[in-house]
């Protein structure tokens, strides 16, 4: 049980019961949808770049507890973060659900309730699906850029 | 021998043996891989449409063979040789029997229910589809049952048909016979649903198409273990099912055909054992059943699955399919009469699978929660995507029965239930 206690925070279901930024973005000028396979999650991420900042950022979509919730979490975080911090703090958040560090310390905030995912190598693709799709969405960015 | 089954992990009071003479803790005495914990509970297994555990007897049986008789087969004179090519075609004799089949050479060993429907796909069905035929399935197929008739379609450009389900799960059959065209020229449909449990009306389903001259393939990958099949009766055209969900090894399956539709199909893939002789200017194939088994084969996996089905002839077939019908009627009863689960695949006529969904907590997050109380169950899409699409559900939680299943078992995934709304309260 401490296991699971771990996993589901009371953070973790509180968000995935009620996520924030959790909308359609009409403006936004990326998106990208992020679709884990194996178990049918499935993930729309919304932004609206200024900039090289993340002015706005939302997601939609279905998927379980921990994907829902580190979806959520992951863009009250990045609301005002540059691409490059945003890309830094998924390899963050990366490190930490993979179990290789860092402590609860780092600059990954309420975030690092996700510690307890390391348990559970199975749940590491939930935890990091809106992040990989949020990666792809910031990549498309980047295709627009150097077409200009 | 191993020490495995160590019986101090279990808790569960020997049963008593039931009316009908079915001693389900003897029975779980047979399979050492259940008596053990997981997270610091006796593992419950209830995944058993994904993949059933192995008896002592058929894993006697493979090790067996490697220590004793291993050599390849049809081609040797020596002892052990002939001692193999006997052992894996008494193999064949005893699925023959198994399925009620009037010939041996009607048996061919593929790899997996998926090989064997491939096999038609790119054999039959390739040779007899042209531009705007058509090949009829149903709306609760497994993708196995689906992808390789989208393959020989695209090629041919030919129309997959799918004929709908309704709210329970059930085939709408008015719809199935108004699907049957002078253009079908197959059906392929599951016995049983991996996805929903529902049992196909297969007599209907298979006097409808012969009505029209059309044969009928039947995927068994669910039905062969848990019901009793019979292909003459039955008169289906080709019946296909994996040996790993009926008690015995991976990597083996069996496709059954009519022996006049055999002899009259291309072979599926080349090389040695499927011929007869081979020069660079002429080819002279094998006859049925070795035509359809090239190169050397699997020998270990067809002795396993006779093991298999030795064991579960020795128990019965009907008695195996009574004490699953208990379990998935206490199932239903005490799984439903949680608030805010439903159920998904609630046909009159069911069999080994319970499906459902709850309110609030997607499927995942409850298999996480059960297997750490050691209860294995599938959460998913269950490799029926099209099946999820029609009840709207991304996913669902599965718990599927086998012939060593306990109610005792089934009280733990109850009580497994519970502590998922205790988290989740």
């Known amino acids: ?148 | 021998m191993t020490a495995l089954a160590d019986f101090s992990l279990n808790p569960h009071p020997p049963a008593q043996p039931d009316l009908h003479g079915y001693n389900v803790e003897r029975i779980r005495a047979d399979f050492p891989i259940l008596h053990q914990k997981v997270h610091g509970h006796p593992l419950v297994y209830l995944d058993n449409a994904a993949t059933s555990q192995k008896p002592r007897q058929v894993i006697d049986a493979i090790v067996r063979y490697y220590e004793r008789d291993n050599a390849n087969i049809h081609r040797g004179v020596h002892y052990l040789s002939e001692k193999a090519t006997e052992d894996y075609e008494n193999s064949r004799k005893t699925v023959q029997e198994f399925l009620g089949a009037g010939d041996c050479r009607e048996i061919i060993f593929v790899r997996s229910t998926t090989e064997a429907i491939n096999l038609v796909a790119q054999t039959y069905v390739r040779q007899h589809l042209g531009a705007g035929d058509e090949v009829l399935i149903t709306a609760m197929e497994h993708h196995s049952n689906i992808v390789p008739w989208q393959m020989v379609c695209q090629e041919k450009q030919a129309k997959l048909q799918v004929a709908p389900i309704n709210e329970d799960g059930e085939l709408i059959l008015q719809e199935f016979e108004r699907l049957l065209s002078p253009r079908t020229k197959i059906v392929s449909v599951a016995h049983l649903s991996n996805a929903l449990g529902t049992i196909n009306p297969l007599r209907q389903i298979i006097q409808m198409a012969h009505a029209r001259n059309i044969p009928v393939l039947v995927d068994g990958a669910q039905s062969a273990p848990r019901l009793a099949v019979d292909v003459r009766e039955l008169d289906c055209d080709f019946y296909a099912f994996s040996g790993h969900k009926i008690y015995g090894p991976t990597g083996i399956g069996v496709l059954y055909g009519k022996l006049p539709l055999l002899e009259a199909m291309p072979p599926y893939q080349g090389g040695g054992d499927m011929i007869s002789s081979v020069s660079f200017e002429r080819t002279i194939y094998n006859k049925v059943p070795h035509k359809f088994e090239a190169g050397t084969p699997d020998i270990s996996g067809p002795i396993g699955l006779r093991a298999a089905l030795e064991y579960i002839n020795r128990l019965g077939i009907e008695s195996i399919e009574r004490h699953e019908h208990e379990l998935l009627e206490y199932a239903t009863e005490r799984v439903s009469a949680f608030p805010g689960i439903k159920l998904i695949g609630t046909a009159k006529e069911k069999a080994g699978v319970l499906s459902f969904v709850m309110e609030g907590v997607h499927p995942h997050d409850i298999g996480t929660i059960l297997d750490q109380e050691g209860i294995a169950i599938r959460t998913g899409h269950h490799c029926a995507q099209p099946v999820m699409q029609r009840f709207g559900v991304p996913a669902t939680a599965r718990a599927s029965f086998g012939l060593y299943n306990t109610k005792e078992e089934i009280d733990a995934l109850v009580s497994g239930i519970e502590k998922v709304q205790e988290v989740f309260g």
């Open chain 1, 1 to 148: 049980m401490a296991g699971l206690r771990d996993l589901y925070q009371e953070v973790i279901l509180e968000h995935s019961k009620v996520p924030r930024n959790y909308r359609e973005m009409a403006d936004a000028d990326h998106k990208a949808e992020g679709f884990n396979p194996l178990c049918g999650d499935r993930f729309t991420v919304y932004l609206h770049m200024e900039g090289d900042a993340i002015q706005d950022i939302s997601f939609q979509g279905s998927g379980c507890a921990i994907s829902k919730a580190s979806a959520s979490m992951m863009t009250q975080m990045l609301k005002g973060k540059t691409r490059a911090q945003a890309e830094k703090l998924f390899e963050t958040f990366h490190t930490l659900v993979t179990g290789h560090g860092p402590g609860p310390e780092s600059e990954l905030g309420k975030m690092a309730v996700f510690a307890g995912v390391s348990e559970f190598p199975a749940r590491v693709k939930c935890a990091t699906l809106a992040w990989h799709t949020l990666q792809a969405a910031l990549e498309n960015k980047q295709d627009a850029v150097s077409t200009e």
